[in-house]
């Protein structure tokens, strides 16, 4: 299956840092979305990207879709304690079949006050 | 707008009894829902794909006779784990595609956490 490469694994940040993750793949995505997941919730939207080269904000985030096609970027400024949780990128790829997504490992973000 | 529901949130159970969970698209219509399975500190693992009034497609190595899944209209979809087993305990998510061809965006459910004793 397809592989989503997302890095870092894990961060730790003081309150106020800026935050940056990304997410690489080995096939030409047309999808790109960024979720949130907190302990014992769903995943929550972030962001989506449909377009090579669009930068989407929403907030202090920001995402970019990579004009390769096979990658993405997500930036937090500024980070405030609720930042904290699970970072997912996922992505749908050219002729992936029933719209399925494919995931990242997930960037575990801790802020510290 | 785009609120997926799921119940229960958390369910425990005996060893061999079946367990249904259901997933809801509150404010839209969702012709493709999934299921999906994460275990602690993992990424999400697709399950099946489920497409109203039809059969679900399952992925590589999900059992169709263990995880049965019921796409009856197009708001609602459910998973039923049959004769669960403590090897089946793990947090369950839906999601439900919103939009149309390639642009459609899909919006999770909170999850239900199965315990099976």
């Known amino acids: 299956g397809q592989q989503l490469n997302q890095s870092p694994q894990s961060m730790f940040i003081q309150e106020g840092e800026d935050v940056s993750m990304n997410c690489t793949s080995s096939s030409i995505f047309n999808t790109w979305l960024w979720y949130k997941q907190d302990p014992g919730e769903g995943p929550v939207l972030l962001i989506a990207l449909y377009k090579a080269g669009e930068l989407t904000s929403n907030g202090r985030l920001t995402a970019q879709f990579g004009i390769t096609r096979k990658d993405s970027f997500l930036n937090i400024s500024a980070s405030i304690p609720s930042d904290v949780g699970i970072y997912f990128c996922a992505g749908r790829f050219r002729g992936s079949t029933l719209g399925r997504l494919y995931f990242g490992r997930g960037t575990q973000l801790t802020v510290w006050p | 707008g785009a609120v997926v529901s799921q119940h229960p949130s958390r369910v425990i159970c005996k060893s061999g009894t079946s367990v249904k969970i259901e997933c809801r698209s509150l404010d839209f219509q969702a012709t493709t829902m999934f299921w999906y399975r994460q275990f602690p500190k993992q990424s999400l693992m697709l399950m099946a794909t489920s497409n109203e009034g039809s059969k679900a497609t399952y992925e590589q190595g999900v059992e169709k006779d263990k995880f049965l899944i019921n796409h009856a209209s197009l708001t609602l979809s459910t998973l039923t784990v049959t004769s669960a087993h403590p090897e089946d305990s793990s947090f369950y998510i839906c999601?439900?595609?919103?939009?149309?061809?390639?642009?459609?965006?899909?919006?999770f459910g909170p999850g239900t956490r199965l315990t099976v004793l």
């Open positions: 999601s439900a595609a919103l939009g149309a061809g390639g642009t459609d965006t899909q919006y």
